[in-house]
């Protein structure tokens, strides 16, 4: 049986103002042509479908197309609320449209939605799993009044407290569908990021699962194993994202065990790029004509003196500048002092915390955090 796995849409997204609603578009079609040429039987949609919790009109439009067209292919859709989703949204319709074959996550009680499917290796069960804090467990837990139930303080807890309940037979093909931080995975400039790294998850909590289909990080990624993995956006949406290449996930589950895994590249109308150079390198004809000028760019001039009405003569040769920005002595002594005021005002473990990740490439885990706080506890007493 073969998925599509894809996640954060943020449909109805602006980036700098820029509505990105057409780009949108063009890549869901382009992921509906793919989905027919790879012959998927579904599509995973790992959460975060729309950018805000209550989209704008357009946004549901958009998606209520992909949806039908994906229905109409007879391709099966599996899909989750986000932290920018409403969940109570999302599962709107849903026990209707799954007699067409399109499953959303309905609002957490407790229990995630399941899907049995059957192929000429048997049983495949996918568990769809919306974002959940643990205050939204703990009330569960506390409604139900088991005596000695342990109730989640942290993310970790909470997330391995709705896989355990999902008691997922080992013996059969599992699929998980998730949209939570993992611990390692990296990061870019367009997440939501909780302070401290409190919302993070072992990737031990998901041992149970063939394949873990997740949301959340909009870098593509596994994490601990290949087959847990973050597809990643479709599109980029921060310029921490300018040098990736965006995909589609292909995940084949064949016989238990057996999981082959490709990407097929997404090709977006506009690209996200970075330029960089003095006013009149950037703007001179040989520098630029042999690239797209209607990508959205962010300029970094190097110019010593401010370029008056920079941004609008730029925008003459590049219409989609999203930013402008300069790269120079001035700049370079401003950022001097607002760092120099930035570590004053960081805690003793923000500090140790950041260089922690700036040498390690991955933040500390919760034991690490842990220690180091009791540390420099015991230092300051």
């Excluded at 109409?72 to 932290?83: L, M, Q, R, T």
């Excluded at 407290?161 to 870019?188: E, P």
């Excluded at 016989?255 to 997404?266: N, S």
């Excluded at 960089?276 to 040989?286: M, N, P, Q, S």
Aim: aromatic share 8%.
């Amino acid at each position: 049986m073969k998925f599509l796995h894809i996640s954060d849409l943020h449909i109805g997204k602006r980036l700098n103002e820029f509505s990105m609603i057409e780009d949108q578009i063009h890549i869901l079609n382009q992921i509906l042509k793919i989905a027919q040429k790879e012959q998927v039987d579904g599509v995973i949609i790992a959460g975060d479908i729309y950018d805000k919790p209550i989209p704008s009109a357009e946004a549901v439009k958009v998606f209520d197309q992909f949806l039908t067209s994906l229905a109409d292919d007879h391709v099966k859709v599996f899909a989750i609320s986000g932290n920018h989703d409403s969940a109570e949204r999302i599962a709107f319709g849903a026990q209707l449209m799954s007699s067409r074959g399109v499953w959303l996550s309905p609002v957490y009680d407790g229990t995630a939605a399941k899907i049995v499917l059957e192929d000429e290796y048997g049983e495949l069960c996918i568990y769809l799993l919306p974002f959940i804090k643990p205050a939204v467990v703990r009330h569960i837990l506390e409604k139900e009044k088991e005596p000695d139930t342990q109730l989640p303080e942290s993310y970790h807890d909470a997330v391995k407290t709705a896989v355990g309940r999902m008691d997922a037979d080992c013996s059969r093909r599992n699929i998980l569908v998730a949209h939570q931080f993992v611990t390692g995975a990296g990061r870019c400039d367009s997440e939501d990021i909780s302070v401290g790294g409190i919302d993070q998850v072992d990737a031990e909590i998901f041992d149970a699962f063939d394949y873990v289909a997740l949301g959340h990080i909009h870098s593509p990624q596994s994490v601990k194993r290949d087959t847990v993995r973050y597809c990643g956006t479709p599109l980029k949406y921060s310029f921490s994202e300018a040098e990736q290449e965006k995909s589609a996930v292909v995940v084949e589950c064949r016989e238990k065990g057996a999981v082959c895994i490709h990407t097929v590249p997404l090709v977006p109308l506009h690209d996200l790029r970075k330029i960089r150079g003095t006013y009149l390198e950037v703007t001179a004809r040989d520098f630029y004509q042999q690239t797209n000028t209607e990508d959205y760019v962010q300029v970094t001039l190097t110019d010593e003196e401010d370029v008056p009405d920079g941004l609008a003569k730029l925008r003459i040769i590049y219409p989609n500048l999203m930013q402008l920005l300069y790269d120079n002595s001035r700049t370079k002594q401003n950022r001097l002092v607002e760092f120099a005021e930035c570590v004053e005002q960081k805690s003793e473990f923000a500090l140790f915390a950041e260089f922690y990740e700036l040498q390690n490439n991955q933040p500390m885990s919760r034991e690490q955090t842990e220690y180091v706080e009791q540390l420099i506890e015991n230092c300051k007493t």
